[in-house]
């Protein structure tokens, strides 16, 4: 009897061909030999992504076909399926195996997650195969010895099942609620003049909103004074100094102080003791998909995408372990495995240290804290400099990145000392704080982070006089920062700390706030596509449209991660077997029926009307290539920057030639500085012809099999617009 496995997409289908026989290669499948793992051989196919996808509403009834509130609620009796038009010879061949008789066993080998068991399972559902056994293949790297150690010690679908279950129905409640309170809100925005439509989600709505609300914390924001004492102190040896533990925002009060201790310009005091203390850092922890994005983020600005996806390459490539991983440990068996390639792993990272922790530790290495997935590690295989040269510069960040911190754990702790001093002027005691490097341990690794700046002390010694210039000195508080695109992670995973409900924030902390690992970055791609928010120079804000969303849903549940909180943790009671997928869907249902019944009343909020007026929807293409500060948006006729009121005249015609720039068009000038070939340009001969724009800051120009040719459109344009 034959064995299929599924494999999620056809490179992982090759990494595990390569750890056995190959008999043949196909377009849709690879042949294995007999081997003891598989005594008939094997059959290993794979998805292409999403084979199969939730119907859309209007194959269910023809009144969804078109956005009606009357048509509403959007609730199937029973949610189904459909092959993607693009990908059914393949499916195709995956029934016709599943369905084979002489096949006893089909091995789930996607990836090992929820979407994994969904991907799976969605497939195997559409082609009607019964009564087969169903092994999952659960392995965290595609190197040759795991993969078959894998299917050596393949689990039942017990589990599997259960993941399936909560990724399914987190599937259909996600479609639920965009297609119900996406029709809702636009239809009813666009009686109050709104023109474009709006896509709601359970995720990515209270996401917006998070970033929506530090926007407005930021505009109202108004600094306040505040009053300290700052002293200038002359030793023997040199100068310091040193402040009064005291900050307040009553001038006064600080006034009172210094004339109190009889304080003036200039007096004498004398340095009452020197602390000194030998301090310790440990190193970083491993790293879970999170804190990945956040630091390549914040050294190299990285989109969470981008890191999602060349971290993904790089598991692909037998490199580092699972990247969807959401804890920064590993078991002893990791440990094992990293600590007999240390000397290995340095001599990629170039580095020499004698190792001076060869034990695990529990700061990394916690068996009871890892459950499907551990840290993001080097795998066994150590790649040769050609490999590495063949990576791409993100692949080659991320991996030594990775590389260098789980080093880290093998190396020597940073240690430093710290010196405290307490200066004594009329009883005023001023403190003083300088650290001196003793070992910088593990941090050399880290050559490229900025160094500690901390303030160089004179040699002093207890009660040595010094003669002090002692001033009252005045801040200003500072707003809260934009979030940068890194950060967009952090904020999803801790929003809860924006909960004031002591319950719903302690859910929050329980599921992770918003999302999950693996899916964040996705939602952030998602609220870009869709507008909602813009990304300059890595710093986020919220487009005018993002805002009508906001201003939309504030005061009801799509905009607290509150509701989140609830269905996640619910979710994860279904993949756990404590919950009922029947049970939740019909909670949902009820969601969506009193949204319906509550949203036009709320929309009927002051101000909403003229803020539509006033803030019609701008869509934003890209940052502005010329003033670097706005945004090319799109216009009636063209696309300028948004910018345009203070100066900057960059612009891009709407039609050349006959032909409509698309917004695609538009963004690939302006990011990428060429847009691919467009066809059907019509030449002031009538003539037809395909050709590529390029753009140079100045000028738009075509690009031609054999030549490049220079057209009249320039930053300053004379267009008619």
């Not at 080097?378 to 080659?396: A, N």
Request: glycine share 6%.
């Amino acid at each position: 009897m034959k064995t299929v496995i599924l494999a999620e997409k056809p490179s992982q289908a090759k990494a595990y061909a390569d750890a056995f026989s190959v008999k043949a290669r196909h377009k849709t499948h690879i042949e294995l030999n007999p081997c003891s793992t598989f005594p008939s051989g094997a059959i290993i196919t794979w998805g292409i992504g999403h084979l199969v996808e939730l119907k859309e509403p209007k194959e269910y009834q023809k009144e969804w076909t078109s956005w009606n509130l009357a048509s509403l609620p959007i609730l199937p009796s029973k949610y189904e399926h459909k092959v993607s038009s693009d990908k059914k010879v393949q499916f195709n061949f995956i029934k016709k195996l599943f369905t084979d008789p002489t096949v006893s066993t089909i091995i789930n080998g996607c990836d090992c997650d929820r979407e994994g068991s969904n991907i799976f399972y969605s497939i195997h559902t559409m082609t009607g195969v019964k009564n087969k056994t169903i092994k999952r293949l659960w392995i965290n790297s595609l190197e040759v010895d795991e993969v078959r150690k894998g299917f050596n010690n393949l689990q039942d679908n017990k589990k599997d099942l259960l993941l399936y279950h909560e990724a399914k129905t987190r599937q259909i409640s996600d479609w639920l609620v965009g297609m119900n309170g996406s029709r809702l809100y636009t239809l009813l925005l666009q009686q109050k003049g709104f023109n474009e439509s709006l896509s709601i989600g359970r995720v990515q709505s209270p996401t917006v909103y998070l970033i929506y609300q530090r926007q407005k914390e930021i505009e109202v924001f108004v600094p306040t004074p505040f009053y300290e004492i700052e002293g200038n102190f002359k030793a023997k040896n040199g100068t310091y100094k040193g402040k009064v533990k005291i900050k307040s925002e009553k001038k006064e009060d600080i006034l009172q102080l210094l004339q109190q201790h009889n304080i003036s310009e200039q007096n004498e005091g004398f340095v009452k003791s020197i602390t000194k203390k030998e301090k310790r850092a440990k190193s970083p922890k491993l790293h879970a998909l999170s804190t990945l994005q956040a630091i390549a983020n914040k050294k190299w600005k990285y989109s969470p995408a981008n890191v999602l996806k060349a971290a993904q390459s790089l598991y692909e490539k037998k490199l580092v372990t699972y990247p969807r991983t959401d804890t920064q440990f590993i078991t002893n068996n990791e440990f094992t495995y990293l600590a007999n390639n240390v000397e290995a792993y340095q001599r990629i990272a170039n580095v020499s240290f004698p190792i001076a922790y060869n034990q695990p530790n529990k700061r990394y290495v916690d068996n009871s804290k890892v459950q499907e997935h551990y840290a993001i590690v080097p795998t066994k295989s150590i790649p040769t400099d050609r490999k590495l040269q063949g990576l791409s510069i993100e692949e080659r960040n991320l991996y030594f990145e990775i590389l260098k911190t789980t080093l880290a754990m093998f190396h020597s702790d940073y240690i430093y000392e710290e010196t405290k001093i307490i200066t004594d002027v009329n009883s005023l005691l001023f403190e003083t704080t300088g650290n001196t490097e003793i070992s910088k341990g593990w941090k050399e690794l880290f050559t490229e982070s900025k160094k500690e700046v901390t303030p160089t002390l004179p040699k002093l010694t207890n009660n040595e006089k010094v003669l002090g210039v002692i001033k009252m000195i005045e801040g200003m508080t500072t707003p809260p920062k934009p979030y940068t695109e890194g950060q967009l992670i952090g904020m999803m995973k801790t929003c809860g700390k924006a909960i004031e409900n002591e319950v719903e924030m302690e859910i929050l902390k329980e599921v992770e706030g918003l999302g999950t690992e693996a899916t964040r970055s996705g939602i952030i791609e998602t609220i870009k596509r869709h507008g909602y928010i813009a990304v300059n120079q890595n710093i986020v804000s919220v487009t005018p449209k993002g805002e009508i969303l906001c201003q939309s849903i504030e005061g009801n549940l799509l905009s607290s991660p509150s509701m989140t909180a609830k269905w996640e943790a619910y979710l994860k009671k279904i993949g756990n077997g404590e919950g009922s997928p029947k049970h939740f869907i019909e909670t949902v249902a009820k969601f969506i029926d009193k949204l319906i019944q509550e949203v036009p009343q709320q929309l009927q909020v002051q101000g909403l009307d003229q803020s539509i007026t006033a803030n019609q929807v701008i869509t934003v293409i890209a940052p502005c290539p010329t003033c670097k500060k706005g945004n090319i948006i799109q216009r009636k006729t063209y696309y300028r920057c948004s910018e345009h009121e203070n100066g900057c005249k960059q612009s891009f015609p709407g039609q050349m030639l006959g032909k409509k720039l698309s917004e695609k068009n538009i963004k690939d000038l302006c990011t990428k500085g060429k847009t691919a070939v467009i066809r059907g340009l019509k030449s002031k001969a009538g003539k037809r012809f395909s050709a590529a724009l390029l753009f140079d800051g100045e000028k738009i120009t075509f690009e031609f099999e054999n030549n490049t040719q220079t057209t009249n459109f320039k930053r300053s344009s004379t267009y008619k617009k």
